[in-house]
């Protein structure tokens, strides 16, 4: 299914503010909240729907990849990555709760039921993963898929990430009794004032571990090699991050997954040269050829087509071959292969080949004519301007 444009999601202008957006998503999520639309699937698709466009337009990193490259820029490399492929709601409770005030999931809403149940324990999230990926043009005309080796943590196989030896190795936290936070009440001159803070015995966890797992000591998570396959869409470029949600590391005590970023590194074409989506070939053709006209054959990413000179070619034409180019990794449409012509002169001449141009010398057709002069004459000029 087609992605919605970010910005139409939450009803926000492409140069909104980040307040505005915090703003225009907050009211989203409570008029999707699954607690005020129990059972209803589409309002839980719209839920998940805006909190991926919070995602990643409230991370400046994460909207300048979007602005620039769309939807591929921040989640092609997963096929479309997001939420609502690899996150639950729960994720998006733990990950963007905050935003409402208080630490009940979505601000204690008492209207919507459960509130607090979703409490306000501390859920870790893991660190993203960098990785650099070699395509050539080849494969950035056509897409490609890449199996990368990376070593990462990756949750506890004894412990499945729990930290604790076993199901009876950890208990609640005394300190606040499994919420997460303390609440303190301080009496000042314009009366009480309440304030909420991570708990300090348990950070925020809710619970204690009371016999840790021997294999990971205690965090739940282990480095391990992972195979991780990466879906490159056409169109990319050099310099450009793509990301996987949930491929980065695992988080300590079963929390949530970081994000892979995919930096995409160009390798150079033996032949041809990247222009944004075109492509730039210098052809080198002999006199007779340019002066006769000939039929010569030049590289594609397709393999190899054959062009038409002209009688009478000059150096410096441009051939344009339509849609010969790149593709746009926005499907604005694909570039052309652009064909540069030069004009081979042999450094050293036999004598007979000597006489033969001497003869031609004084020929008028031999002559620079006064517009090409002036012709060549502008394009010099141009160079300087």
Do not use: W
Not at 240 to 261: F, Y
């Amino acid at each position: 299914m087609t992605k919605r444009d970010y910005y139409e999601v939450l009803g926000v202008e492409k140069n909104a503010a980040v307040d505005e957006i915090k703003k225009a998503y907050r009211k989203k999520a409570i008029e999707f909240h699954p607690d005020k639309n129990p059972g209803n699937k589409e309002a839980e698709e719209k839920f998940k729907e805006a909190a991926e466009a919070y995602d990643v337009l409230s991370d400046p990193q994460k909207r300048q990849r979007y602005d620039q490259f769309g939807h591929a820029g921040v989640g092609g490399a997963s096929g479309g990555g997001g939420f609502s492929g690899d996150f639950d709601i729960e994720d998006i409770f733990s990950r963007f709760g905050d935003i409402f005030g208080g630490h009940f999931g979505f601000g204690g809403f008492s209207g919507f039921g459960g509130g607090s149940s979703r409490g306000g324990r501390r859920v870790n999230r893991g660190s993203d993963l960098r990785v650099k990926v070699k395509l050539n043009l080849n494969e950035i005309a056509k897409g490609v898929e890449k199996k990368i080796k990376v070593k990462k943590f990756v949750p506890c196989t004894v412990c499945h990430g729990s930290g604790a030896e076993d199901a009876n190795s950890t208990k609640t936290c005394d300190t606040c009794r499994g919420s997460g936070v303390v609440t303190r009440i301080a009496n000042t001159l314009i009366g009480q004032m309440q304030t909420q803070s991570v708990c300090p015995t348990c950070s925020g966890e809710g619970r204690i571990i009371t016999k840790k797992c021997q294999t990971c000591t205690g965090e739940g998570i282990v480095k391990d090699d992972e195979v991780i396959t990466i879906q490159i869409p056409p169109g990319v470029a050099e310099g450009m991050q793509l990301s996987m949600s949930g491929k980065g590391n695992a988080a300590r005590h079963g929390g949530i997954n970081g994000d892979l970023l995919i930096l995409v590194e160009e390798e150079p074409h033996p032949e041809l040269i990247r222009d944004e989506n075109d492509l730039l070939y210098s052809l080198l053709l002999s006199v007779p050829q340019a002066a006769l006209g000939s039929s010569v054959e030049v590289p594609t990413i397709d393999g190899k087509v054959k062009v038409k000179i002209e009688p009478g070619t000059q150096p410096g034409k441009v051939l344009r071959l339509r849609n010969k180019g790149l593709p746009s990794v926005n499907n604005y449409g694909t570039g052309d292969l652009l064909i540069n012509i030069s004009i081979y002169i042999p450094e050293t001449l036999s004598d007979q080949e000597k006489s033969m141009l001497n003869k031609l010398e004084n020929s008028p057709n031999f002559q620079p004519k006064k517009t090409v002069k002036d012709k060549i004459f502008s394009k010099f000029r141009n160079m300087f301007d």
